[in-house]
């Protein structure tokens, strides 16, 4: 939330919400999400419900011990617009295209976040400080981000 703060960008953080949706018999409990083109088709809500409300737009997986690579379906079906996937080195970024997802270097949530940036602030993540990570990001969000339109 640090990056759509500096972004000028309203975004919800729902985190490793467990979502479903009982017409598809299916659901999915992604590490961590963000509604930010639909912040505010949610916004407010206590609980959201997939049969009408949309997915988040945006999925993290952090793949440390268990790959996720096997939930992608779950989120095409689901209508997921974008996944991440990090696996302790390296970040994935993916679009949903019709019912498949492609990979793509940069983010559609978030222009001009790309993979490399995104794996490079999570590399520092690993040996600066809390505030002076936050403090870097920051930086970064003020001086590259695109402003909201």
């Known amino acids: 939330l640090a990056l759509t703060e500096e972004m000028g960008v309203e975004a919800e953080d729902l985190g490793s919400t467990t979502f479903r949706r009982e017409d598809l018999k299916r659901g999915f409990e992604p590490d961590s999400c963000f509604y930010i083109e639909n912040e505010g088709l949610i916004y407010g809500k206590d609980r959201v419900d997939l049969s009408v409300d949309p997915p988040p737009d945006l999925v993290i997986e952090i793949d440390i011990t268990s790959p996720s690579i096997s ?44 993979n490399a940036v995104v794996s490079d602030f999570a590399e520092k993540s690993k040996s600066t400080k809390r505030t002076t990570w936050l403090m870097a990001v920051r930086e970064w969000a003020r001086n590259h981000a695109h402003p909201p339109d």
């Open 71 to 114: 939930k992608l379906p779950i989120y095409a079906q689901m209508g997921v617009p974008e996944v991440w996937r990090y696996d302790g080195e390296h970040l994935t970024m993916w679009k949903l295209e019709g019912s498949r997802y492609t990979e793509i270097t940069e983010s559609l949530a978030l222009p001009s976040l790309t």
